[in-house]
Each structure stands twice: as C-alpha cells, then as structure tokens.
C-alpha cells in the first residue's frame, strides 16, 4: 500500500483558535447504560479549529460558501515545499527552489514543529505576492502550517484578498513536520456545510506510484 501522511493536528479542548474565535468543546447527550445503547455527543467549535478549509465567505462578503465550493482543488497531486524559519512573510524567493513543474496544489512547511496545542501570535503568513507568484504558476490550492494565511495582527488581510481575486483554495494548521520536500496525492475534502464559512478536514497526503 501507498503510505499515508496525516496532515491534520490533534482536534480537542487544547486546540488552539485565534483569540474570541470558538473553541472546541464537547458534552455527552447520551451514554451507553441502562436503557440507552449508544454514546452520543454534541460538539460546538469554530470551523476555522484544526486543520481546515476557507470558504470564500470568510473573506468576502456574499462569497461561496464552503459547502458551494468545487471539490476538484482538494484532491489531486500536490507539492510540499519548505520554507522553514523564514521570518513573518514566505515570499517567492523562499519558494523557487522548487518551482519547476508546479502542480495545481502546493502546500508550505515553514515551521521546524507545527504548534498544535496552544495560540501563537508570530507565526509566518504568506506575502501577497507569493500567492500571485503561486497562482500565475498555475495553483489552484496553497496550503501552511500556520493559523492563517495573514499575519495576526492584519486588519487588511492582504494574502486573503488574493485567495479571493486569484479564486484560490486555501487549507491552513497543516502538520508538515515529518514530511520530506517533494510531490504526493493531496485529500482534504471539506464537508458539505451549506452556510458555512469554513470546514474542518482530515488533510492527508498519499505517496505517489
């Protein structure tokens, strides 16, 4: 069999959201006993928690939601590219290393260990014109192991209304740390949320023949 990367963090109570977003929380509303076979829970969370997928309605208003969006961008072959440490910004320089021969989905490690278990404020966001560089290349899908796109403390967010321009598909908290620079198969569907402006997914990536 192909292996198998999980790309996706830990999703629970430690999750971290980006400050007065949801965070996840989970109570039980039924429990296997007498009388009752089952467990049931009820989980309320932020879509934008973990691993997930922005709808163009989280940057613009009257946008597609995450439930409208093509699914093509999320699964096809896709590469990893790293830009570890490289300060606030990833710009093109950071990425053209490994430019020849882009495939429609690209996903960027910049951290040496993805922070899965509490907020941060200084993480590395994408410059704006990496995504132009990106989608003039022909990538339909970017993808990082950081909270955002966008620096946190952005108000403008600058690379967000490139996604929206340039019609882009985005994943963002990624886990990259144990994934070598190169090609795979990308799956991260985002579920079928019909008036939502995110998914949370399980993003993996598979090897190649």
């Not at 076979?37 to 946008?63: E, K, R, W």
């Amino acid at each position: 069999m192909k292996r198998l990367w999980d790309i996706s963090p830990p999703l629970h109570t430690r999750s971290p959201v980006f400050p007065g977003d949801t965070p996840y929380s989970q109570v039980w509303g039924a429990t296997i006993g007498p009388g009752c076979p089952v467990n049931v829970s009820q989980i309320t969370t932020s879509p934008h928690a973990g691993a997930h997928a922005d709808a163009p309605l989280h940057y613009a208003q009257g946008a597609p939601t995450i439930g409208e969006v093509d699914l093509a961008p999320f699964l096809g072959p896709c590469r990893v590219i790293h830009a570890i440490d490289v300060g606030a910004l990833v710009r093109p320089e950071h990425l053209a290393h490994a430019q020849a021969d882009l495939p429609p989905r690209v996903l960027v490690r910049t951290c040496t260990q993805a922070v899965v278990d509490r907020w941060v404020d200084d993480f590395s966001a994408f410059a704006p014109e990496t995504l132009e560089w990106l989608a003039d290349r022909g990538v339909r899908l970017v993808g990082i192991d950081t909270a955002s796109v966008d620096p946190a403390a952005s108000k403008t967010l600058d690379a967000h209304q490139v996604l929206r321009r340039r019609d882009l598909r985005v994943l963002e908290n990624l886990v990259l740390d144990e994934v070598p620079e190169g090609d795979y198969e990308l799956i991260a569907l985002p579920l079928k949320l019909m008036e939502a402006d995110a998914s949370p997914v399980r993003a993996v990536l598979r090897e190649l023949p």
